[in-house]
């Protein structure tokens, strides 16, 4: 980026105290990230006052802060009611500056890997910027855009809510020329109640879609089915089957477990492109599904399609594999709810040799939370699973029902901990294990155990 100090005032209606004409190339809230160049935030949070170290970011190169009270300045800075405010007002501001197109993905299940993919495959034609890590929400979101250069081509952001409102504020940010949704799920149901409610807020991202922008669906989910005209125009949807009705459908699946899915996507026009996607998954066929018609619908044509799907490469945490000299590993421990946790079951049970699944708590499922970890332990339990270690007090009832059902060995733990002191004997040369849980179980460190024992 390439703002002046009075543009971006301009932008959060702040005031400029000192150099309005300085060039600011990039914006940080940690101060220790502060460079040649930087505008820093501060931020008064709860621990810590990030107005503390504005003086010190001007040494470390910064050119201006931005800050909620200005005692003690020593540089330029812009003062306003609320920084945290004020960066998303920035964010839309300079959206509006850029050239690139943007596409906005959300989803109960898939954002990130689908994310991915559609970087993947624009890649081979455009330059693309993508959103990194888990910036993703009213903080993160702002800071993705603000990492957008004026020559990109494409902006990939990807957009996550837990609550109503929070979509229709990251929408009016990000103006999305193109909406992805993946899947209607059960997520986040302290806040939404149920997967209408899912729905209503998933579906708030069509309010900042740009004037004549497009939308592409998940045609396998029932929400999402439901909706036949955003602002005037059709959706396009995706299908792992054919129902006549969709812009892309998959055929001949041939699930390959652990080395991946064969797959030929089928287009409305009659077009057909014969692809491996290299990653494990039944859901990537339809992450696939969809960056295609993201790069048909921006001119890519089927070999860069084939190209871009077929050199995707995952990120750990989320269908990550590592294979290590005793076992393969599928580290999905990012993130958790209901449907993924069964879609993570789906792949270790269609995989090869002895299986094991770890699995743990999921968080934010609501007043039926207990019942949801049961479903997902009824699940793994009808599946051919060799060893299914359930991790966290929720899981128990996952525990609880698998064992109803499976006929191998289910076991139970209240902490990670206790996995960690007595999982290695458990193992067997050549397992094949799949981990998950929500984020909080810090399941990364059972990954990181495994991968180096």
Excluded at 30 to 48: I, K, T, Y
Excluded at 105 to 116: D, Q, R
Excluded at 375 to 390: N, T
């Amino acid at each position: 980026m390439q703002l002046t100090v009075e543009r971006i005032a301009e932008f959060c209606r702040g005031t400029v105290i000192g150099e309005k004409d300085k060039v600011v190339t990039n914006i940080t809230l940690d101060s220790r990230q502060a460079q040649q160049g930087s505008m820093f935030v501060a931020v008064a949070g709860e621990r810590v006052d990030g107005h503390k170290f504005v003086n010190a970011t001007y040494e470390q190169g910064a050119v201006c802060a931005l800050v909620e009270k200005a005692e003690g300045i020593l540089g330029t800075y812009i003062l306003v009611d609320s920084t945290l405010q004020a960066i998303k007002d920035i964010a839309e501001g300079y959206r509006k500056t850029l050239k690139a197109k943007v596409i906005g993905i959300t989803g109960s299940v898939g954002k990130t890997s689908t994310k991915e993919m559609v970087a993947s495959i624009l890649e081979q034609k455009y330059k693309v910027t993508k959103t990194l890590g888990n910036f993703n929400n009213e903080i993160g979101l702002p800071i993705t855009v603000f990492r957008v250069q004026e020559d990109d081509d494409i902006a990939i952001l990807e957009m996550g809510i837990s609550d109503f409102g929070e979509m229709s504020r990251l929408t009016k940010i990000a103006q999305p020329d193109l909406c992805i949704i993946t899947n209607i799920g059960q997520c986040h149901l302290e806040n939404l109640g149920d997967r209408d409610g899912v729905l209503k807020a998933k579906t708030e991202i069509f309010e900042g879609l740009q004037p004549q922008g497009s939308v592409i669906l998940n045609g396998d989910d029932d929400k999402l089915r439901t909706i036949n005209d955003v602002k005037g125009s059709s959706p396009k949807f995706f299908s792992a089957s054919d129902s006549g009705e969709n812009f892309c459908f998959a055929k001949n699946i041939v699930d390959k477990g652990m080395d991946g899915t064969e797959v030929t996507l089928c287009f409305s026009d009659g077009e057909t492109i014969d692809v491996h996607i290299p990653i494990a998954g039944g859901h990537m066929v339809s992450n696939a599904l969809a960056g295609a018609i993201a790069g048909k619908m921006l001119g890519l044509n089927a070999e860069e399609i084939k190209a871009g799907i077929e050199s995707y490469q995952s990120i750990a945490g989320r269908n990550n594999t590592i294979k290590t000299e005793h076992f393969t590993i599928l580290d999905d421990c990012y993130n958790a709810n209901p449907m993924s946790m069964k879609a993570a079951v789906d792949i270790i049970a269609k995989s090869k040799g002895r299986k094991v699944a770890i699995l743990g708590d999921m968080f934010e499922l609501g007043e039926e939370e207990l019942q949801l970890h049961g479903q997902v332990g009824s699940y793994a339990g009808e599946k051919d699973i060799d060893l299914l270690l359930c991790v966290g007090e929720r899981s128990k009832y996952m525990a609880e029902e698998a064992r109803k059902s499976s006929k191998g060995v289910v076991l139970h733990y209240n902490t990670r901990e206790e996995v960690l002191k007595e999982i290695a004997p458990l193992l067997k040369q050549g397992d094949t294990i799949v981990i998950k849980a929500s984020h909080g179980m810090g399941f990364d460190k059972i990954v990181e155990y495994l991968s180096n024992i």
